[in-house]
Nanobody, 121 residues
Framework: QVHLVESGGGLVQAGGSLRLSCALS????????MGWYRQAPGKQRELVAT???????RYADSVKGRFEISRDTAKNTVNLEANALKPEDTGVYYC???????????????WGQGTQVTVSS
């Protein structure tokens, strides 16, 4: 079983920055796509950024130029640098990853429990 644990959320003023980290654990054989999603109160979960195994990032239009996603394959981590934060960036941020794990190298898709980001105006 693969577990993801996020950290780094918190309360920040508009214009500030946060660094979110996500650590994966378990019998991981390989990791494919990793990413971050967020869910604001009363809204559906939405994509923030994803990164391919080769390191190619993709961003939601709303965060382009402000957020940066990175991954460390050796450490099984994925990070999100969130800069120039806006009140509309407020929400619970979830990391996700898929790949293969376990003795049989079965495919998995896993999500973390989420970390709260609150941006005050």
């Amino acid at each position: 079983q693969v577990h993801l644990v996020e950290s780094g959320g918190g309360l920040v003023q508009a214009g500030g920055s946060l660094r979110l980290s996500c650590a994966l654990s378990g019998d991981i054989f390989s990791l494919d796509h990793m990413g971050w999603y967020r869910q604001a109160p009363g809204k559906q979960r939405e994509l923030v950024a994803t990164i391919t195994p080769g390191g190619a990032p993709r961003y939601a239009d709303s965060v382009k130029g402000r957020f940066e996603i990175s991954r460390d394959t050796a450490k099984n981590t994925v990070n999100l640098e969130a800069n120039a934060l806006k009140p509309e960036d407020t929400g619970v941020y979830y990391c996700t990853a898929d790949g293969r794990a376990g003795h049989d190298r079965d495919r998995f898709e896993a999500w973390g429990q989420g970390t709260q980001v609150t941006v005050s105006s």
